[in-house]
């Protein structure tokens, strides 16, 4: 019950931030859009840490001195992967005219869709991960760790839940419609934290290369586009104070749950 509920807890979050649609008159200001692009950079990094790599590194700790080798391959491998799925998927960023990725003739808001997913592959693989390594019995990963990080991800599913749905209405779409794709885009976040956990089996004897995994590919996410977005133009300090008061809550929610 519990695991379920766990994979569950993301997707509600991308789904209320979509449900800003039928609230909001408008599209986010730039001021309110970066501090939430920030605070979203901010709770992936620290999830990346608190919850991801440090699990990783002590799950090793028999390796002696090269305990920060399966936290660094799963690392460089999670990056790797993201930076090679940004070259063949089709998407199109927030506030950008040019699609990446292969060239094709999608509509623009499929696209918009496609980024976020990329997004939330790693997100849904890294709650997934962290519960089956607590349904296998892991003494390095906690129930209340777990959740804690499910958590974490649906406070930054928010906003882009919300940055999806509010500017396909803007352009015409309607409300029920640029609901249903902000709500499609967390979709493959529970189903990749399922896939992970009914593959425990396989996964546990490398679990941390995997954890690590998953914070090399948030990691990727962050550097590569929410903190770009959140940068330029005005109101750039408050995509950094964003940034603060998410990674404040991310590690204070990952310690104090645990």
């Not at 927030?94 to 976020?116: D, F, I």
């Not at 991960?129 to 928010?158: E, K, M, P, R």
């Not at 803007?170 to 885009?185: C, D, V, Y």
């Not at 959140?230 to 929610?253: D, K, R, V, Y």
Request: net charge negative; proline share 5%; charged share 10%.
């Amino acid at each position: 019950m519990y695991i379920t509920l766990g994979i569950l807890i993301p997707f509600i979050g991308t789904t209320l931030g979509a449900a800003c649609v039928f609230f909001l008159k408008n599209e986010i200001k730039p001021l309110v859009q970066k501090s939430l692009l920030g605070f979203a950079s901010g709770v992936m990094v620290a999830a990346s840490v608190w919850s991801l790599l440090i699990p990783a590194i002590d799950m090793s700790e028999e390796m002696g001195r090269f305990a920060f080798l399966p936290a660094a391959v799963g690392f460089v491998l999670g990056i790797l992967f993201l930076l090679l799925m940004d070259r063949i998927i089709p998407h199109l960023h927030l506030n950008s005219r040019e699609p990446e990725g292969r060239k094709s003739s999608l509509q623009k808001s499929t696209m918009l869709v496609l980024a976020v997913t990329l997004h939330n592959i790693p997100e849904g693989m890294a709650v997934g991960v962290v519960f089956a390594g607590l349904y296998s019995n892991q003494s390095d990963i906690t129930l209340a760790g777990a959740i804690a990080l499910a958590i974490g991800i649906a406070i930054q599913n928010f906003p882009e839940g919300a940055i999806i749905s509010l500017p396909l209405k803007s352009e015409g779409s309607s409300k029920s419609k640029a609901f249903a794709h902000g709500m499609i885009s967390g979709i493959v976040e529970p189903i990749a934290a399922a896939i992970t956990i009914l593959l425990s089996s396989i996964i546990i004897p490398i679990l941390p290369y995997l954890l690590a995994f998953a914070a090399g590919a948030m990691i990727y996410v962050v550097v590569e586009e929410l903190l770009p977005e959140a940068s330029t133009g005005e109101h750039s300090n408050t995509a950094t104070i964003g940034f603060a008061l998410g990674f404040l809550i991310m590690m204070i929610l990952d310690v104090a749950l645990s």
